[in-house]
């Protein structure tokens, strides 16, 4: 902006001669709001599939399900082999599935928080957070057998430890990646590790939020 002034010496007064160049705004907007912030999953769906033939069914996602609205708000990740719902053997394979409604951009950092506990972990495993576009609703259909696992991309992961405390967990994810759609699922589930009776691996998945800087 440019202004011509004058001063007139007997006055010992300025003058504004003419007008401003640039017509100047009322408004100025100092440290405008980010856009960043933290985001509650806008969707929360778990998927396992299981069979009481064998493993190998269960990890391919060709037995029977339950999900994605089984346990209305339930999420788990992991395997489990047990004979406590029918006295036979039934292998279980569960993955969760999350969206967040996310502004456009790439953020400096990305976090997701989750509360993981109410099953105890027998098994150690590492939860993993991979980038899969699944769509704007949940169905069986996006359930990723086993072998399958590896080829969407890793964000980032969690190591459980056997018998793993109750709380509250943050996992760093590459913030290049796409975030609105994630699947969270058990490295030993990716690999085949079959689980032993009553060798839970899983976790309890609750309050995810994705937070952003």
């Known amino acids: 902006m440019r202004y011509v002034i004058n001063k007139t010496p007997a006055a010992g007064s300025l003058q504004v001669i003419g007008k401003p160049t640039q017509v100047p705004s009322p408004w100025v907007v100092l440290n405008p ?14 998927i396992g599939a299981y069979s009481n033939a064998n493993y190998a069914t269960a990890r391919a996602g060709v037995g029977s399900w339950y999900g994605p609205d089984w346990g209305a708000g339930v999420m788990a990740v992991g395997q489990s082999l047990t004979t406590a719902l029918s006295g036979d053997p039934l292998w279980v394979c569960a993955e969760t599935f999350l969206s967040f409604d996310l502004p456009t951009g790439t953020p400096s950092t990305a976090t997701l928080s989750l509360y993981k506990g109410g099953i105890s972990t027998a098994q150690a495993f590492t939860l993993e957070v ?10 069986t259909g996006d359930y990723v057998a086993g072998a399958g696992l590896g080829s969407y991309t890793l964000l980032g992961s969690l190591y459980c430890p056997a018998a793993a405390a109750d709380g509250l ?41 994705l937070v952003l800087s």
């Open 130 to 139: 991979r980038a899969y576009d699944f769509g704007a609703t949940v169905e």
């Open 33 to 46: 709001p980010s856009a960043w912030g933290t985001f509650p999953a806008d969707m929360k769906k778990r």
């Open 169 to 209: 967990y943050e996992i760093t994810l590459d913030e290049t990646g796409m975030l609105d759609h994630l699947l969270l699922c058990s490295d030993r589930h990716r690999l085949g590790n079959e689980p032993v009776l009553d060798d839970r691996e899983g976790s309890s998945i609750n309050t995810p939020e």
